[in-house]
């Protein structure tokens, strides 16, 4: 037995911290899972008979910027001095950053416990050792940093030439030599044309929303299961068909980096947020006609502009679409002062007139109203000469709507037979499949026939 060993450490137990990176990590490498729970069979093996295991960090990283129940386990039991000895498979699975390193070494040294891994066993009151754990931990930090950094460069070059796989919008799939094409299922590249057709038509992607929600259609959503990627079909939501508006891969251009993360401090801990958009020109990657797109990329840019003009919340000075209530000029009116955006104000009471003012500078309080007008008035007047403008061309108007209605109407007859095709192949497919089983190997037929 080592000498360093004590009947001391051995009468507190052993903890064996298992801990590894990422989800892909658990799944995939389970060598790595072998090798450190084997270390139960190494503490009991130098006479440790109380050891236990702490895995609760498994696909957790190291790095500082994750929360590690685990670790905060392994820490509680080093204070309350149950634990005699640490075992790890490498430096890296305890800490990847100096803070969490060190400030296990230090309380191992203040209750006497060991740290043990397969090159040796260590006591951190002892001077050598301590300077061997401190290389350990600082070596490993520098470690994962350029092993990060190797990888960004090596992703971010990759990503100029446009050889970078990721996971792609419905519409659009890899080819085995890399190159991205469209999805050769009618179905699904018919849905993504009718919903960019409806957008121009209607000009607002929450119509597009409610038009297909009323219609009761629904668009094909990619699901990833690891590396499987497959398409579901579902009821539209908002935010997907946003997210199909303002992808500039369905423009027939290759993005990447539209996304940042950002770093900040929580009780005294980095924390990473991700998902933070960045405007186009800070895009890391962005190479037109890469590919065969749905739209131009001049079409991509005047839909964007259109979302951003339909976006009220948003305090910008780009012109506003009208939105309902009573007033006819919600969100058209500009103050012929300022140039700021006219808002409406409605009366408490039913019935009462609504009024235009512009609040002038809402940055300073106290500034005042820069002008007001009541509303009725000027509507009235807008009607006329809107009503006197279009006098002339009120039949071809009114053909021009019953068009769209016919059109509209034979988009969803269109979309719905596409969806009843489909559902057609799965019964036949479910049919063919029953059909090609062994009547008498129950335990598959049951499930087919469910």
């Known amino acids: 037995m080592n000498p360093k060993i004590t009947p001391d450490h051995l009468s507190r ?27 139960v069979q190494a ?35 080093v204070c309350a001095g149950s634990v005699g000895a640490v075992f790890c498979i490498e ?30 066993i260590y006591d951190p009151r002892l001077v050598n050792d301590r300077l061997l754990l401190g290389l350990k931990g600082t070596m490993s930090e520098y470690e994962l940093s350029l092993l990060r ?52 038509e209607l000009g607002s992607a929450r119509q597009v929303f409610l038009w297909m929600r009323q219609s009761q259609l629904r668009l094909p ?16 939501a908002y935010h997907t068909v946003l997210q199909v508006l303002q992808n500039p891969l369905y423009a027939g251009a290759y993005a990447f980096g539209r996304t940042s993360q950002r770093t900040h401090m929580v009780d005294g801990r980095a924390r990473k947020t991700e998902g933070h958009r960045k405007t186009m020109p800070n895009w890391s990657v962005l190479l037109r006609d890469h590919h065969v797109g749905y739209i131009s990329w001049n079409q991509f840019e005047e839909n964007q502009r259109m979302i951003g ?25 500009r103050c012929g002062r300022c140039g700021r955006m006219m808002r409406v104000f409605y009366g408490m009471r039913s019935g009462h007139a609504h009024r235009y003012q512009c609040r002038g500078d809402d940055a300073h309080v106290g500034s005042g109203l820069c002008i007001g007008i009541g509303g009725v008035r000027v509507d009235r007047a807008v009607a006329h ?57 129950r335990h598959v037929v049951r499930a087919l026939e469910a």
Request: glycine residues 8%; proline residues 3%; contains cysteine.
């Open 309 to 333: 003009e339909n976006a009220h919340m948003q305090k910008r000075a780009s012109r506003k679409t009208a939105r309902g209530g009573r007033a006819l000029l919600t969100g058209l009116v």
């Open 385 to 441: 000469q809107i009503l006197e403008a279009v006098s002339d061309r009120a039949v071809d108007a009114a053909i021009l709507a019953a068009d769209q209605v016919s059109k509209a109407a034979d988009d969803i007859r269109q979309a719905l037979e596409r969806e009843l095709e489909e559902a057609r192949y799965e019964a036949s497919l479910a049919a063919r499949r029953y059909d090609l089983v062994d009547p008498a190997k």
């Open 149 to 200: 950094q190797r990888g960004l460069d090596a992703r971010d070059s990759k990503a100029r030439r446009g050889e970078l796989r990721f996971t792609l919008p419905p519409g659009y799939c890899w080819t085995e030599d890399g190159r991205i094409e469209v999805d050769p299922d009618e179905h699904v590249c018919a849905t993504i044309h009718l919903l960019f057709r409806k957008f121009r």
């Open 221 to 236: 959503v990619v699901r990833r299961n690891l590396a499987i990627c497959r398409i579901e079909w579902q009821a539209p």
């Open 91 to 120: 430096a890296s699975r305890l800490a990847r950053n100096g803070r969490d390193w060190h400030h296990l070494i230090d309380l191992c040294a203040l209750v006497g416990a060991l740290v043990i891994d397969p090159d040796g």
């Open 13 to 39: 137990g052993a903890a064996v911290y298992v801990r590894q990176s990422t989800p892909g990590q658990v799944t995939g490498h389970t060598e790595s899972q072998r090798r450190q729970y084997a270390l």
């Open 43 to 77: 503490a009991q093996t130098m006479g440790f008979a109380a050891v236990a295991v702490i895995d609760d960090d498994l696909g957790r990283s190291g790095s500082g910027l994750t929360a590690r129940p685990g670790f905060q386990k392994l820490v509680a039991s």
